[in-house]
């Protein structure tokens, strides 16, 4: 298998503009996770989803952030509009053992809001 | 409760020498606690991990020292050697097997010297 797959790997934009990172999950895992990485933060869950259902979004930082998964093999998050302090790197991973099972991180998309 | 709290932020050791990065927890329903590697422009990959049942685990040259008592566990690295530089996070399923979210600590970031 490719492992998980993101998409940009890098982003920059200016403050205002809407972001959309992708994630393609190991097939046939159904839980998906996106986390945001920072050096103040370190590594954040959003959100995850359990067979395309999203399950816990407590870790969304606001309304500007949003997630979907229409379908086993493709996720979203959207930032609608970006700010600086949006500036991170996000991760999106897989799971085939659960919300607590082993992680399957893909490489990032590292996203620069000016 | 729900946090892991890993130490040092960052270390830098002779090629040879024994890293060790410790963390900490309070909630006494933690049931498992992996190790996760990343390397620079990389997700996160599981490394090592632990049961509370269990004292110690060796695979090669990483071993997981856990002190159920103490709340306490570590990881080592034997025969360090730069390909080991990396940031390093411990982390601990909040409890009732895998249905439970895994807790990131801080992260370290471990740099072997040649």
Redo the contacts between chains.
Sequence with gaps: DAG?IQSPRHEVTEMGQEVTLRCKPISGHDYLFWYRQTMMR??E?LI?FNNNVPI?DSGMPEDRFSAKMPNASFSTLKIQPSEPRDSAVY?C?SSL????????????SRLTVL | QQQVKQSPQSLIVQKGGIPIINCAYENTAFD?F?W?QQFP??????LIAIRPDVSEKKEGRFTISFNKSAKQFSLHIMDSQPGDSATY?CAA??GY??????I????TRLSIRP
């Design positions: 998980v370190g590594l869950l995850y816990d991760f991973a053992q659960g919300v607590g099972g082993e992680l399957f991180f893909g490489e990032g | 498992y992996p996760y422009g990389k997700g996160p990959a599981l996070f399923r909040g097997s895998s249905a439970s979210k895994i990131f600590g801080s992260g």
